[in-house]
């Protein structure tokens, strides 16, 4: 409830300065028509993970996966990396955060070992690794619209070379500090049976079938919305009771649109203009690392969504863009209100009983996020 009720604090000052004309309403409008697209696919797809995971498709998933890992572990969390980046790349960082988390953690347990190195290669990988598609995350498709709206293609191979550095530094890390839980053998317990076959198998096609949708061309809210519909009426015949507003992450859409509007209206009051001075102009290896770095600081200060939204506008190349993207997609691994992915990933762990120490997870943060976002950085101008 803290979420929603710091979303709609939020959203009350945004609605202020509409009112007072701080903020104009043709802007706020304008913003309104750029964020809906990205609410709603969101919406979505949670409403399809969620569902998903009810017809069992993820446990399945979790028990074929513990088999392929033939007792290793480091076999298995070496499958776990793979899956959470072409989770991330193809269905965003937030499917990863609700969709694989539950997998992992479920599979660790059904294999005896420590669930929280998966858990934390899964939301590090969310994040760090969302630099590649438009669809990996929201900042992106924001920043697709700021370049001209290239091709998927086009975005990727700017993307490539930092892509590739941000998803492999955060797994060096976990690996390196995990080493005594990923070195051990391991033995499957019993497996689960599929409880309804109808629901799980048309639950796991529709998931098959939406992935390249994504990836197609097409508004990313109009397949997953399609979808996600598909599935609300299978389950409404099949299991009616999964069917309840509790599958909406309603909390976390009021925070956005609260943030969304927030900043939007703090642009209107001078914000521009202080983040410009700091965070500089250029595209030499310099100037990027100064605007990446300052993505990377607000993100985990207020949210990468609005630190974004923050930078966009001297964000002013697709160069630039890209290291801005860098900051505010890579950086968010400090805090826990630095990317909504951590905060969907949180509530994933809580929901099966799993603890983390928020201090070990910003000491860890702290470690890794700034060498990441550097390194990226540096990757992006050696390609330019």
Do not use: C
């Not at 202020?16 to 990205?38: C, F, Q, S, Y």
């Not at 513990?66 to 969390?77: E, F, K, N, T």
């Amino acid at each position: 409830m803290r979420t929603a009720i710091v979303g709609a604090v939020l959203l009350v000052l945004g609605g202020i300065a509409v009112a007072t004309g701080l903020l104009p309403v043709p802007e706020a409008v304008e913003l309104w028509d750029r964020v809906w697209p990205i609410l709603l696919f969101v919406i979505a797809i949670t409403v399809v993970t969620e569902l998903a995971a009810e017809a069992g498709v993820f446990t399945i998933l979790a028990q074929q996966t513990a088999r392929w890992g033939r007792g290793r572990a480091w076999v298995l969390w070496l499958l776990v990396v793979l899956v959470a980046a072409l989770s991330t790349i193809f269905l965003s960082l937030d499917t990863t955060a609700v969709l694989l988390t539950p997998v992992v953690i479920v599979m660790a347990r059904h294999a005896g070992i420590n669930p929280l190195p998966f858990a934390l290669t899964t939301v590090w990988m969310a994040n760090a690794g969302s630099l590649l598609l438009p669809v990996s995350n929201l900042t992106n498709l924001l920043a697709q619209h700021a370049m001209g709206d290239p091709t998927p293609a086009a975005f990727a191979a700017l993307m490539l070379a930092p892509a590739l550095v941000a998803m492999i530094v955060p797994m060096i890390v976990v690996f390196v500090i995990a080493r005594k839980f990923l070195l051990v053998r391991y033995e499957t317990g019993e497996e689960d049976g599929i409880e309804d076959p109808i629901l799980f198998w048309v639950s796991a096609a529709v998931v098959v079938a939406l992935i390249p949708l994504l990836v197609s061309g097409l508004p990313v809210w109009l397949p997953t919305s399609i979808a996600a519909l598909v599935l609300i009426a299978l389950f409404l015949v099949r299991r009616r009771s999964v069917v309840r507003f509790g599958l909406l992450p309603w909390q976390l859409v009021l925070l956005a649109s609260g943030l969304f509007l927030f900043i939007e209206a703090l642009h209107s009051a001078g914000l521009g203009t202080i983040m410009a001075v700091i965070s500089g102009t250029g595209e030499s290896p310099l100037a990027l690392l100064r605007l990446s770095l300052t993505g990377l600081v607000g993100a985990n200060a207020i949210d990468n969504l609005p630190a974004y939204l923050a930078l966009e506008p001297v964000a002013t190349s697709p160069a630039r863009l890209a290291a801005l993207l860098i900051g505010v997609n890579a950086g968010p691994l400090i805090t826990p209100w630095a990317s909504l992915a951590t905060l969907l990933w949180h509530q994933r762990l809580t929901s099966f009983d799993v603890e983390i120490r928020w201090s070990r997870y910003m000491l860890l943060g702290l470690i890794v996020a700034p060498v990441t976002v550097v390194l990226a950085t540096l990757a992006l101008s050696a390609t330019l």
